[in-house]
């Protein structure tokens, strides 16, 4: 079964202090990872579509990476803004279906 | 453009009525989704359109519906909810599904609340 293991569960920082959060994944056949932001009463807000191990993105302050078994998104010098649960999720093909796993998300909290 | 709209924003209802959720998008995406979000956890599929037709259902109680009127609209028919179904419904769309991977834009959701 798929499974995706996001951490911290929650982080606190200090505005300017830059940190890295964490997707590990397990699963067959990946298609494609995602990352998301999620504001609280809101819907997920795509940020990233990662494909293959090695691959980069950034945008504004953030940047994430894959390898063959997680994920990382790297939040440089955040803002209270960047405030908000992100979550990561793993596409997997199954059965000609592209199924869709998320994981429970990290919640962050800038300060300022 | 990468809007979906969902409506409505709120609704309460009680367990002997009758509603529907509504989702629109306008990027010509061919496939939907409906999630359910309980508090402090991730979305739950319920169902996948593609192409207008249904190809997911996970498993969801009959007590909820899916219905797809066209490329663009999405409703969601409510009867008979119980007090668990309370949560967030989001409505999601991607350019397709099955093939390559494409990534789903959400729209706000309809906070529902059964009494």
């Known amino acids: 079964e798929d499974q995706v293991t996001q951490s911290p569960e929650a982080l606190r920082l200090q505005e300017g202090e830059s940190s890295s959060l964490n997707c590990s994944y397990t699963v067959s056949g990946l298609r494609g990872l995602f990352w998301y932001r999620q504001d609280p009463g809101k819907g997920p807000e795509f940020l990233f579509t990662l494909y293959s191990a090695g691959e980069e993105k950034e945008k504004e302050r953030l940047k994430a990476t894959l390898t063959k078994k997680e994920s990382f998104l790297h939040i440089t010098a955040p803002k209270p803004e960047d405030s908000a649960t992100y979550l990561c999720a793993v596409q997997a093909s199954i059965r000609g279906y592209q199924k869709v796993t998320f994981g429970t998300g990290t919640k962050l909290q800038v300060i300022p | 453009d990468t809007e979906v709209t969902q409506t409505p924003k709120h609704l309460v209802m009680g367990m002997t009525n009758k509603k529907s959720l509504k989702c629109e998008q306008h990027m010509g995406h061919r496939a939907m989704y409906w999630y359910k979000q309980k508090a402090k956890k991730p979305p739950e599929l319920m169902f996948v359109?593609?192409?207008?037709?249904?190809?997911i259902n996970e498993s969801v109680p009959s007590r909820f519906s899916p219905e797809c009127p066209n490329s663009s609209l999405l409703n969601l028919h409510l009867h008979a909810l119980q007090p668990e179904d309370s949560a967030l419904y989001l409505c999601a769309s991607s350019r397709s599904q099955g093939g390559s991977s494409y990534e789903q834009y959400f729209g706000p959701g309809t906070r529902l609340t059964v009494t």
């Open positions: 359109y593609s192409y207008e037709k249904l190809s």
